[in-house]
T-cell receptor, first 108, second 113 residues
Framework: ELKVEQNPLFLSMQEGKNYTIYCNYSTTSDRLYWYRQDPGKSLESLFV?????AVKQEGRLMASLDTKARLSTLHITAAVHDLSATYFCAVVDDKIIFGKGTRLHILP | DGGITQSPKYLFRKEGQNVTLSCEQN?????MYWYRQDPGQGLRLIYY???????QKGDIAEGYSVSREKKESFPLTVTSAQKNPTAFYLC????????????FGSGTRLTVV
């Protein structure tokens, strides 16, 4: 059974700091997605990572995928309050399985 | 603009009632999915469909039913057999099963009263 584990599950950080969210998974999948969810809202696609070594960047967020280590990271650079949200990784097996999410709270 | 429309946004159900949540997409996607999200939790897969007139159970299908009579539509019925239906329900679609990530609808918040 495919397992997707995110850590930390909750992160409170100061504006201007850097931090990384980790997503470990148990299958040999080479496709992984990152989503953002604001409170009470739906999920918004952030990154689609389709191969080993893939790196995507958008603004202060950068995602990478290491399929050999079965690990993806979402790195936040110089955090700002607007990035406060819950971030989910999702891995493709025969269907897409989501991690439990990382609730990110950025203090002004 | 293409997208996924879920309705209603809020839904209240009395004990013992069946209710149906609507999900329509105009993205020409083959695959559609229903997920349940409980407060502070991740998403759990209820049902998914790869093609018209075919669907598969996800991890928590008990107490739910679906149909896929048209490519554009994938309604979810929450039956009275679902003992704890209060949750946020999200519908999603993709070009094919697991391809290129999902496009999500805006969600339906179901509350049992």
């Amino acid at each position: 059974e495919l397992k997707v584990e995110q850590n930390p599950l909750f992160l409170s950080m100061q504006e201007g700091k850097n931090y990384t969210i980790y997503c470990n998974y148990s299958t040999t999948s080479d496709r992984l997605y990152w989503y953002r969810q604001d409170p009470g809202k739906s999920l918004e696609s952030l990154f689609v990572l389709l191969s080993n070594g893939a790196v995507k960047q958008e603004g202060r967020l950068m995602a990478s995928l290491d399929t050999k280590a079965r690990l993806s990271t979402l790195h936040i650079t110089a955090a700002v309050h607007d990035l406060s949200a819950t971030y989910f990784c999702a891995v493709v097996d025969d269907k897409i399985i989501f991690g439990k999410g990382t609730r990110l709270h950025i203090l002004p | 603009d293409g997208g996924i429309t879920q309705s209603p946004k809020y839904l209240f159900r009395k004990e013992g009632q069946n209710v149906t949540l609507s999900c329509e997409q105009n993205l020409n996607h083959d695959a559609m999915y229903w997920y349940r999200q409980d407060p502070g939790q991740g998403l759990r897969l209820i049902y998914y469909s790869q093609i018209v007139n075919d669907f598969q159970k996800g991890d928590i299908a008990e107490g739910y039913s679906v149909s896929r009579e048209k490519k554009e539509s994938f309604p979810l019925t929450v039956t009275s057999a679902q003992k704890n239906p209060t949750a946020f329900y999200l519908c999603a679609s993709s070009i094919a099963l697991g391809e290129r990530g999902y496009t999500f609808g805006s969600g339906t918040r179901l509350t049992v009263v």
